[in-house]
């Protein structure tokens, strides 16, 4: 059976819980131990797909096409592994679980309640992800102390008490925040927090203390003592220049030998040389380039966390440093605010907020010839600018935004058309892929059979496919068994490629997805030849 390591979070949200999970688990995995993550998210929605982006963060979608939260994509990019549906549930999930149980009779005669039934489900959860793991690391979201998470952090205790001391750990995430009148880091609020835990019965054997200032002897030793931990289990965790340190800097305070003690596990390996040379790439970059990332939620960053890190990740593809100018597509003077960047990059999005804005980013990169990258809603985006600009078919739409467009060119298949519910209801998760020889896409790829991960309910339209490959955007990549285009591609620019997937989620560190390392390098290429370009068939 796999042992389990609990991490739970304290003081305030946004800690980086989700970053500490992923630290651990690859520091485990850099010593010869098989580990997954699982994400408890406490809120009533059965999945993110719902949500606003602005509140959560990006949705992560898996290959299995769950919807999920985006702290899966910080598990998949520092393991380098796959995550499935099964490796995070909300409590709206757990709770429509033993609702439909009730309602087939399941729990007849008896009175269902959170102890057992909602505990005794969460605990089965936990356990499902257990296959060929040594351990599981099982972040639980929200902040102890929150009535939300309270099931949850039952259900932990419970399994802790089950597994038996060797078997399973609790490492609490707190804050030690800098008081800048009085000039000193405060423990107050990681004492309480870990009051709160013990309350619940839950005694943490580790203390990760996020602090913006290096934590003094004395106060380590302050903070074990209060929280009755050693003193080398209270770990610091300072603002790194990059998340992907984490690791290492655990790593140098001993944490992966804590908890191999700590759980009595013997390590198999330990080889830390592939990621520290992703550290030494990141940290040591030989260029720069600005990208402009054109979208609606430009405010909050997490809202694009993984074309963020994927255009990064394409960065080290050419030891580059990527520098992201989000763009307000509200802007009234946006042509201005995209003088001087090498590419752009116009992400997926919902909903019709910033289209006319997106649109005019799109012509831009098309008649100045600026590297391009259209993910999902960016295709769409290309499709509708060079329908309306280059065919001139005016008020050419997709049926999202105007359902009575004359010219919908991206429209909803028959079969969508029927769909009543929208969570979980799209082409949701990986499908293949086959690009066309000689494309930029192929090239690009360096194969022509490709799979990749999608999150939508529109597509380009069959009809006026023969309109635009004739005008010179070639639909490049299709979908074979249903004849969908996947890939569009500009005749004529030097590098303008739209996908109606999200290849974001596929990029890893070590691994930069193609597509991201692809605009990087014509990104790099236009930073060396700069000076005004006009694409001399498309300016119009
Ligand atoms: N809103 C578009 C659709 O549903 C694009 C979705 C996306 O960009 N993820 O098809």
């Known amino acids: 059976m796999a042992k389990f390591i609990f991490v739970t979070g304290g003081v305030v949200s946004s800690l980086g819980k989700g970053i500490t999970a992923a630290s651990l688990a690859k520091l485990l995995q850099s010593r010869g131990l098989s ?54 549930f909300t409590a709206g999930k757990i709770y429509e679980t033993i609702i439909a149980k009730e309602r087939r009779g399941e729990f007849l005669g008896t009175t269902v309640q959170v102890i057992p039934h909602i505990t005794d489900e969460i605990k089965h959860r936990f356990r499902l992800v257990t296959k060929g793991m040594d351990v599981v690391i099982v972040e639980i979201g929200g902040t102890v102390g929150d009535i939300e998470s309270l099931p949850f952090l039952e259900a932990a205790r419970q399994m802790g008490m089950e597994a038996g001391r060797d078997n399973a750990l609790f490492v609490h995430v707190t804050l030690v925040p800098y008081l800048k009148a009085s000039e000193e880091l405060k423990t107050k609020p990681t004492q309480h927090s870990v009051g709160k835990l013990r309350e619940i019965g839950i005694n ?67 080889d830390f040389s592939e990621w520290m040379d992703v550290v030494h790439r990141i940290t040591h970059p030989e260029r720069e380039v600005t ?51 090498h590419g752009i990059v116009v992400p997926g999005g919902f909903g019709d907020r910033g289209i006319d804005g997106k649109i005019q980013v799109v012509r831009y990169a098309r008649e100045h010839q600026v590297p391009f990258l259209g993910l999902c809603l960016g295709m769409q985006i290309a499709v509708i600018e060079f329908a309306r600009n280059v065919l001139k078919l005016s008020g050419a739409h997709s049926t999202e935004f105007d359902s009575k467009t004359r010219y919908p ?129 498309y300016a119009r």
């Open 35 to 88: 580990v997954t993550c699982l994400k408890c998210d406490p809120y009533i929605n059965v999945d993110p797909g719902t949500m606003n982006p602005y509140q959560h963060g990006e949705v992560f979608v898996t290959e299995d096409g769950a919807e999920t939260d985006l702290d899966l994509g910080h598990y998949e990019r520092f393991l380098n592994v796959e995550m499935h549906h099964i490796n995070n």
């Open 291 to 341: 990208i402009a990332l054109a979208g609606k939620y430009t405010e909050l960053k997490d809202a694009y966390k993984s074309v963020h890190e994927a255009l990064s990740h394409g960065g080290l593809a050419h030891k580059t440093r990527v520098q992201i100018r989000y763009l307000d597509v509200r802007s009234p003077d946006l042509e201005k605010t995209l003088e001087g960047v």
């Open 409 to 537: 060119v991206i429209d909803l298949l028959a079969e969508q058309k029927q769909v009543q519910e929208l969570g979980a209801t799209m082409r949701l998760g990986s499908y293949p892929c086959v690009l066309k020889k000689g494309s930029l896409a192929q090239k690009v790829y360096g194969t022509a059979n490709i799979s990749e991960r999608h999150r939508h309910r529109y597509e380009l339209n069959n009809k006026f496919r023969k309109l635009l490959e004739e005008a010179g955007l070639l639909v490049t990549g299709t979908y074979v068994s249903k004849n969908l285009p996947e890939v569009v591609e500009l005749d004529g620019h030097p590098w303008f490629l739209a996908v109606q997937f999200h290849p974001e989620f596929k990029s890893r560190p070590q691994h930069p997805h193609p597509l991201f390392a692809g605009i990087v390098g014509a990104a790099l290429e236009r930073s060396r030849n700069p000076g005004e370009r006009r694409n001399p068939i």
């Open 204 to 270: 943490p054997d580790i203390i990760v203390c996020r602090t913006e200032l290096p934590l003094p002897g004395e106060l380590r030793n302050k903070i074990a003592l209060f929280c009755s931990v050693p003193r080398e289990a209270v770990i610091e965790a300072p603002d790194a220049a990059t998340i992907y340190e984490v690791p290492l800097i655990f790593h140098r305070q001993g944490l992966d030998e804590q908890v191999l003690m700590l759980l009595r596990l013997r390590a198999t390996g330990r």
